[in-house]
Structure formats: structure tokens, C-alpha cells
């Protein structure tokens, strides 16, 4: 993005959001609508596949902004990674590519891929939020914002839970990363979410939650411990 790019989408955003401000239905304060927002903007910096410095900065100062997008997934993980690799002043070859990595999953998928948007995996969302993880068996599959899967898997065992390889009848909660590309249905996690779909249709109760509801649980007991 060169200056002339930055100081169109700058002054762009304002007049945009002018203009829908008081359409019935549409709230800017809302979670949502900040969502939708950094997604914008994110769409824009990896338009050509490039991130430089100064959209870093750029990205790291928006986020400073909004203050609502950073308390909440998936804007929170992002602003962490961002603040982290501008601490010391230097971003190398290895931070740029790390970064670039979380901004093409929060945006769907790489664009030689095609751009995606609509998050596709929630046509298979059972359940939003997670009751209680203690002596439950959870499969996480997918790529997730927040961490490896071996991250997630110690995470569950702390919060009493057995993490397993596969879908079977004894699942309790099947975890997905909820940034997904549109072709999620033919990849080896889409297979696990069609196996979860079919024992939920013969009557079994896994339940297929995001990783957005499983960073909410997580994240409640931490704080109250």
C-alpha cells in the first residue's frame, strides 16, 4: 500500500461508514460491525499478497483506535501478534510471514485460493457457547488464530477435558477453527465436521462449536481461578 493508497482508504472509511450510519439495522458500536471492519481493512493490506512496515504500523495504530475490537476474538489475537512483533522495534522476515499467516486465515483463505468471506464452517455450528469441559472428550481440527492444536489439546486437559484424535459416538464437543476457507467441506477437517453432522442426525450429542466459543470458555475460567 503506498501513501497516496493509505490516505484514499483513510479519508474512505469515514465517508463509508457516514453513509450507512443510520440505516435501520445497522449498529457500528456493535462487536460485529467491528468485525466486519478489520476484515475490510485486512482484505485491503493483503490485496497484493505484501505486507510492509508501514501497514504494520498502520494496523497496529487502527487497532489502538478501537478499543471494543480488542477486547474480543478475533481482533484481540491479531493486536496481540501486531504489538508483539513492533516490541522491539524490528520486524523480520520471520514476524512478516507469521503475520501474513493470521491475516490470510482471519480473511478466509490465501487469494490464489480465492478471498473468502462469510466464515463457511458456521453452516455447521451447533451450539455458540460451551457449558462446562470437565470430563468431556474434544477433538479440535482446523486452523486456529489462537494457538497450535497441541496448545489447544494441554489447554482442554487443564480444563478437565481428554482430547481425542477422531469423531467418534463418544465425542462431546467437536472445536473448529472458525476462520476457514469455502472449501472446507473437501479438506481432511471438513471430513470430521460431516462425520460430527451425520452422528448429530442419527441422534448422538456432539455438539460443534467455534473456536471463538471455546476461547470464551477457556478464557472465563481463567479468570476466575
Known amino acids: ?84 512483533i513492533l516490541l522491539d522495534g524490528i520486524i523480520t522476515a520471520e514476524e512478516r510471514e507469521e503475520l501474513q499467516q493470521q491475516l490470510m486465515l482471519f480473511i478466509g483463505n490465501p487469494f490464489e485460493h480465492g478471498a473468502v468471506t462469510g466464515m463457511a464452517t458456521k453452516l455447521a455450528i451447533s451450539d455458540f457457547e460451551i457449558d462446562t469441559l470437565y470430563d468431556c472428550t474434544v477433538c479440535f481440527t482446523g486452523m486456529f488464530l489462537s494457538g497450535t492444536r497441541r496448545q489447544c489439546e494441554e489447554t482442554a486437559l487443564l480444563l478437565g477435558a481428554t482430547p481425542q484424535d477422531s469423531v467418534t459416538q463418544k465425542l462431546d464437543y467437536l472445536i473448529i477453527g472458525e476462520l476457514s476457507s469455502r472449501d472446507w467441506r473437501f479438506s481432511s477437517y471438513g471430513r470430521k465436521i460431516e462425520k ?30
Open 1 to 84: 500500500m503506498c501513501e497516496e493508497e493509505k490516505i484514499h482508504l483513510m479519508s474512505a472509511l469515514p465517508r463509508l461508514m457516514e453513509t450507512y450510519r443510520h440505516l435501520p439495522g445497522v449498529d457500528f458500536y456493535s462487536e460485529e460491525s467491528d468485525k466486519l471492519l478489520l476484515e475490510g481493512l485486512c482484505q485491503g493490506l493483503m490485496g497484493d499478497q505484501q505486507l510492509s512496515d508501514d501497514e504494520i504500523h498502520y494496523l497496529s495504530w487502527w487497532m489502538k483506535q478501537n478499543s471494543m475490537l480488542r477486547a474480543h476474538y478475533p481482533g484481540k489475537q491479531l493486536y496481540q501478534t501486531v504489538e508483539r
Open 196 to 225: 460430527a453432522m451425520l452422528l448429530q442426525e442419527k441422534g448422538h450429542s456432539v455438539r460443534i462449536v467455534t473456536e471463538e466459543a471455546w476461547l470464551a470458555h477457556a478464557n472465563t475460567l481463567h479468570e476466575s481461578a
